[in-house]
């Protein structure tokens, strides 16, 4: 069979089909090199805002720390206006303590409970726990923790009345 020259359809001829391609081609190596030019400028960008990002997230951990320090402050603040004063009450109260301060209570070599403010005479020992806001699970935590501090106390053969307070400051 012999081949047959094909006629563009549309009047064009080989030079102009040609040269149509080389600009093509020329412009496909432009495009190229701008979306290089972009993925470029795009990493770098990347690049600063994941170093933006990790600054951010270090300021945010001080902060936070800071802020948390802040709050134990305040907390260790209140119990000792609380502790200032709570002498004065319980007296008038009846109940005359000899003993008081924060207390850990350490069972090998581990805190099993910790008090803001541990109240103590001959007959009653007094676990005392500070709030400036008093939830249900703060006065739940606090059952819990006079139960291990009973156990501890019951260990060492202390039998002393336990009473446990939730104060709201």
Not at 95 to 102: H, M, W
Not at 108 to 137: Q, S, W
Request: proline fraction near 1%; include cysteine; hydrophobic fraction near 35%.
């Amino acid at each position: 069979m012999a081949e047959m020259a094909i006629e563009p359809r549309m009047g064009l001829n080989f030079e102009q089909v040609w040269a149509a391609l080389m600009e093509l081609r020329e412009s496909q190596k432009e495009s190229d090199r701008l979306l290089k030019e972009s993925r470029a400028d795009f990493d770098r960008c990347m690049q600063e805002t994941n170093k933006q990002m990790q600054e951010t997230d270090k300021e945010i951990k001080e902060l936070s720390k800071n802020i948390g320090g802040l709050n134990n402050s305040l907390g260790k603040l209140i119990e000792r206006m609380f502790s200032a004063q709570a002498w004065d009450k319980f007296d008038a109260l009846d109940y005359e303590f000899t003993k008081g301060g924060n207390t850990k209570f350490i069972e090998n070599k581990r805190i099993l409970a910790e008090v803001d403010i541990f109240l103590e005479n001959g007959e009653y020992a007094m676990p005392v726990e500070v709030k400036t806001y008093l939830r249900a699970e703060n006065v739940d935590e606090h059952i819990e923790r006079i139960e291990r501090i009973r156990g501890y106390m019951d260990k060492r053969g202390d039998k002393r009345r336990l009473v446990g307070l939730c104060l709201v400051m």
